[in-house]
T-cell receptor, first 113, second 113 residues
């Protein structure tokens, strides 16, 4: 248990559905991240929130919409996804200063049908 | 733009051998470097964190070194065991306020009994 909890662990959704991924940490960290891990590709940084403000958006399609209502919670809202969006979505947290470890959740395995 | 490379992409060795995994990065202006382990379909588990001012860190049978000037890190695993089989990921955290964590593509390690 890393202290970062992601729900759900598995999600199957149709291309017209709207769903949300949730990430929660109670480590006192003030930076949170969404990563996408596709088969045989490096982890791709999607979004970074620092002190509840989005500071990084790596050219992610608008069908992915992040939300950080407070420093302990991070959401990824999904709508009209494509089959190629099927992947493992990982959330992480750390201190914004960068001097501490990053801790990852177990991920949400997303399948778009 | 920071790029992280891990060599080899895959490695299979018999149980009991000592082995070295390599990681290189293009921008030496980093806060820290972190080694992770990922079991299939699971999240990332932090193994070792090396601050930019440090040269190495040890935990049990694992030893990680950092040579910031040459942009290299190694993860040494002593007396390998079948339970060490996993994908090992190297990640660097930069100095930008976004504190981005950039990953290599990983080394898939298989330890044969």
């Amino acid at each position: 248990e890393t202290g970062v909890t992601q729900t759900p662990r598995h999600l199957v959704m149709g291309m017209t559905n709207k769903k949300s991924l949730k990430c929660e940490q109670h480590l006192g960290h003030n930076a949170m991240y969404w990563y996408k891990q596709s088969a045989k590709k490096p982890l791709e940084l999607m979004f970074v929130y620092s002190l509840e403000e989005r500071v990084e958006n790596n050219s992610v399609p608008s069908r992915f919409s992040p939300e950080c209502p407070n420093s302990s919670h991070l959401f990824l809202h999904l709508h009209t996804l494509q089959p190629e969006d099927s992947a493992l979505y990982l959330c992480a947290s750390s201190q914004e200063s960068g001097s501490t470890e990053a801790f990852f959740g177990q991920g949400t395995r997303l399948t778009v049908v | 733009k920071q790029e992280v490379t891990q060599i080899p992409a895959a490695l299979s060795v018999p149980e009991g051998e000592n082995l070295v995994l390599n990681c290189s990065f293009t921008d030496s202006a980093i806060y820290n470097l972190q080694w992770f382990r990922q079991d299939p379909g699971k999240g990332l588990t932090s193994l070792l964190l090396i601050q930019s001012s440090q040269r190495e860190q040890t935990s049990g049978r694992l030893n990680a070194s950092l040579d910031k000037s040459s942009g290299r890190s190694t993860l040494y695993i002593a007396a390998s065991q079948p339970g060490d089989s996993a994908t090992y990921l190297c990640a660097v955290m930069g100095y930008s306020s976004a504190s981005k964590i950039i990953f290599g593509s990983g080394t898939r390690l298989s330890i044969r009994p």
